[in-house]
Antibody, heavy 119, light 113 residues
Framework: QVQLQESGPGLVKPSETLSLTCTVS??????????WGWIRQPPGKGLEWIGSIFYTGSTYDNPSLKSRVSISIDTSRNRFSLKVSSVTAADTAVYYC???????????WGQGTLVTVSS | DIVMTQSPDSLAVSLGERATINCKSSQSVLYSSNNKNYLAWYQQKPGQPPKLLIY???TRESGVPDRFSGSGSGTDFTLTISSLQAEDVAVYYC?????????FGPGTKVGIK
């Protein structure tokens, strides 16, 4: 079955760029049925949708992140990535990748990875 | 952005009793062309990612027990757990996926009385 796995540094310094990758296994990221998304959750808080990408490279993002976010996709490696620039402590969160179906919601999630912003 | 609110913030229910969570969106999430509400419900247990329970406001995801049901349309929605089980202790979130940015409610924590 399809699985998603996040990877990347668990600690990022303030003002630097957070970079995460989500690897999709058991299925093709080039499916025309899905977008591939990122959602984050600060410790003890709720869920925030960051954005998503289609296999063609078309993206949606959350304006609340003020253009600090970049989402890209590598269909040859079956993975997609997130970059958040100029991070602060407020970007400390568990970051989830998810398969996003714009008809049926997010049925498939990675396990999440905690990223801490600290010097 | 569509703002999602939930009530109550938390509730405690006796085992076997009904739990009801409300969700309200700041604008309608009903897509007129197909008469579907683009509203999902998720369950999140500690240390786990959210799990999709309900989509289109009232359609249960495959494998979800039938004690979970969703209702509502337009801007007002409800998730009902008809007979609370111990394994249902979790935080429940609603999410609109009608328009980006897709937004979540703040969550409702369900516990055992």
């Amino acid at each position: 079955q399809v699985q998603l796995q996040e990877s990347g540094p668990g600690l990022v310094k303030p003002s630097e760029t957070l970079s995460l990758t989500c690897t999709v296994s058991g299925g093709s990221i080039s499916s025309s049925s899905y977008y591939w998304g990122w959602i984050r959750q600060p410790p003890g808080k709720g869920l925030e949708w960051i954005g998503s990408i289609f296999y063609t490279g078309s993206t949606y993002d959350n304006p609340s992140l003020k253009s600090r976010v970049s989402i890209s996709i590598d269909t040859s490696r079956n993975r997609f990535s997130l970059k958040v620039s100029s991070v602060t402590a407020a970007d400390t969160a568990v970051y989830y990748c998810a398969r996003e179906d714009h008809n049926f919601g997010n049925a498939l999630w990675g396990q999440g990875t905690l990223v801490t912003v600290s010097s | 952005d569509i703002v999602m609110t939930q009530s109550p913030d938390s509730l405690a229910v006796s085992l076997g009793e009904r739990a009801t969570i409300n969700c309200k969106s700041s604008q309608s999430v009903l897509y007129s062309s197909n008469n579907k509400n683009y509203l999902a419900w998720y369950q999140q247990k500690p240390g786990q990612p959210p799990k999709l329970l309900i989509y289109w406001a009232s359609t249960r995801e495959s494998g979800v027990p039938d004690r979970f049901s969703g209702s509502g349309s337009g801007t007002d929605f409800t998730l009902t757990i008809s007979s609370l089980q111990a394994e249902d202790v979790a935080v429940y979130y609603c999410q609109q996926y009608y328009t980006t940015p897709f937004t979540f409610g703040p969550g409702t924590k369900v516990g055992i009385k």
